[in-house]
């Protein structure tokens, strides 16, 4: 079972909610306090890599080229 399908065993558990619970605690991924998961785009949605951080915005680098100039960046050579 991969990590983004945990959740296709549960028609087999639906009949057996304790052995339910205990499957939910053991195998749902955990949630992330950093790293490189945690990086989401506000604009988008997009996950991972270009992702601008700096001064609280919070884009990724697609997003970023689109509304650089109305947030006053600009453009070196």
């Not at 399908?5 to 558990?13: P, T």
């Not at 009949?15 to 749902?28: C, R």
């Not at 915005?57 to 600009?74: D, H, I, N, S």
Request: proline share 3%; glycine share 10%.
């Amino acid at each position: 079972m991969t990590y983004s399908d945990y959740r296709k065993a549960f028609k087999q558990l639906k009949a057996k909610p304790i052995m339910l619970a205990k499957f939910k605690k053991h195998n749902s991924p955990k949630k992330r306090s950093c790293g490189f998961s945690n990086s989401k785009c506000r604009r988008c949605g997009r996950v991972g890599r270009g992702f601008v951080g700096k001064y609280g915005l919070g884009l990724c680098r697609q997003c970023f080229r689109e509304v650089a100039t109305k947030l006053g960046f600009k453009k070196f050579s």
